[in-house]
């Protein structure tokens, strides 16, 4: 028996959503809470009648801390899997702590007005004092959550997606098995998904424009190295995709495995681009439609990348037309037994099956399928450690078969091929 909440109905939740319910003895009722009611009811409609996992919907404005009380004390949810924006994560995780319920993100905090005073004052020191320049850490917001939810009793999961999510869970999972230690980390995330338009994001635009127009950053020696965005790209081979050009990111894991892995000498990620998708986000950039500041227009306030958002293919349509298949890993290096070692632990994930099996591509399939495994770990209480806590922090074993089980095996190589 269990009561879970699911904030968002877009691409990763409609896929939780239809996880869950494919679980229907463990999550015995669901509510779908979002701002779109009728995208909660046709969810409900499409998936009632295939589980008996017992589905109700909510409208709710997840920035609201009342609302999302309200909806916590009446529901009486065990656990809430945040599968909106992460603007909203501090809201829901205070109405986490009020109401004791255990709290699910799948990405780390960022706020969705960049020019707030109070927040830019934290964001310019973590600037200087650390100097990644992402809008989003892990460190300035929800880790200062760990006391008041070890009071509350309840476990904050942070960033239970693939990356970040799967990717740490491949970390603790080769610290445990594969290394005595680990010296370098190199995280690849590849989509070799074809939707056929010439410019679409492959989750929600405004938190994936962001995150690929920052300045790049990985860490090494103890240091954070920053360098322009997009400037460092190289060619991988991948399984099962081929060759494809990536690029250099900051990503939200490389602060959590740094802090919760400190011997790892460096740390980087990289996200596979095609020319088209990176000529058209220049070009989006240097007339100013990635921007978060609104503008007047006509006499209506008009945030520029909200704007391109509504333009742009809603990731949750893509999974009819897109083929291919995503395979998204970690390769490491170190030592065990006094020997360097290689070792390479990665998904493959194939948009069409997704589609067939969940009605998504494989970009919402491969975040929503951790997001449920997560609350899985928690609702089972093979997670119960309390607090707040990212996933490398907790037996990866369970999760990572879970996943093998639910729809992401991992494939593993012990002779990689190394990024220079
Ligand atoms: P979508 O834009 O498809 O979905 C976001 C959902 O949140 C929508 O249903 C939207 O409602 C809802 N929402 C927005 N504002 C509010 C509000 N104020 N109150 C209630 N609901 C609201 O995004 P995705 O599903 O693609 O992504 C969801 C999250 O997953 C993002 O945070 C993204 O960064 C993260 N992600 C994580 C990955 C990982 O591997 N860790 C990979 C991919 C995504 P409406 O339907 O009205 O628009």
């Known amino acids: 028996m269990s009561r879970v909440v699911v904030v968002g109905c877009g691409g990763v939740a409609q896929v939780a959503v239809a996880k869950c319910c494919q679980l229907d003895d463990v999550f015995t009722e669901l509510c779908i809470a979002s701002r779109t009611i009728s995208k909660c009811v046709a969810l409900k409609e499409k998936l009632q009648p295939t589980t008996k996992t017992k589905i109700t919907t909510r409208k709710i404005d997840a920035n609201n801390f009342d609302e999302v009380v309200a909806l916590f004390d009446e529901y009486k949810p065990e656990i809430v899997i945040h599968c909106g924006m992460p603007y909203h994560n501090l809201v829901i995780m205070d109405a986490c702590i009020k109401c004791k319920v255990h709290y699910i993100d ?43 939810f070890r009071e509350a009793g ?20 080769a610290a445990k098995h594969e290394f005595d230690t680990i010296d370098t980390i190199d995280i690849l995330d590849c989509n070799g998904g074809d939707h056929g338009y010439k410019f679409a994001t492959n989750f929600n635009p405004e938190i994936n424009l962001r995150e ?37 990111l900051h990503h939200e894991e490389i602060e959590s495995i740094a802090k919760n892995f400190p011997d790892v000498k460096r740390i980087r990620f990289y996200m ?19 921007s978060t500041t609104p503008i007047n227009y006509e006499g209506k306030e008009i945030v520029p990348i909200q704007f391109l958002k509504a333009l742009l293919p809603d990731p949750a349509s893509l999974g009819e037309r897109t083929v291919g298949k995503t395979n998204i890993g970690c390769i490491f290096t ?18 069409q099956e ?23 770990m928690i609702l089972k209480g093979l997670w119960n450690e309390k607090g707040v806590h990212n996933v490398e922090e907790y037996n990866p074993d369970p999760f990572i078969e879970a996943l093998d089980k639910y729809g992401l095996p991992k494939s593993e190589s012990y002779d990689p091929v190394m990024v220079d």
């Open 106 to 148: 799948t990405a780390a905090y960022e706020p969705e007005n960049v020019l707030d005073p109070e927040w830019r004052k934290v964001y310019d020191k973590r600037v200087k004092d650390k100097g990644f320049h992402a809008y989003f850490d892990y460190d300035s917001f929800q880790w200062g959550y760990d006391k008041k």
């Open 154 to 173: 309840i476990i904050g999961l942070l960033g239970c997606g693939f990356d970040p999510g799967v990717t740490q869970a491949y970390v603790a999972y």
């Open 212 to 248: 690929v127009s920052a300045p790049a950053a990985y860490y090494e020696d103890g240091k954070w190295h920053t360098l322009p965005a997009m400037s460092v790209k190289r060619e991988y081979n991948f399984d099962g995709v081929g060759k494809k050009d990536m690029y250099l």
């Open 272 to 290: 596979t681009f095609g020319q088209s998708y990176l000529d058209h986000m220049r070009c989006l950039e240097d007339v100013g439609m990635l």
């Open 334 to 351: 170190g030592k065990k037994d006094g020997k360097e070692k290689k070792y390479y632990i990665y998904n493959m994930c194939d948009h």
């Open 354 to 376: 997704s589609y067939l099996e969940v009605g998504s591509q494989a970009v919402s399939y491969t975040t929503g399928v951790p997001a449920m495994c997560g609350a899985l």
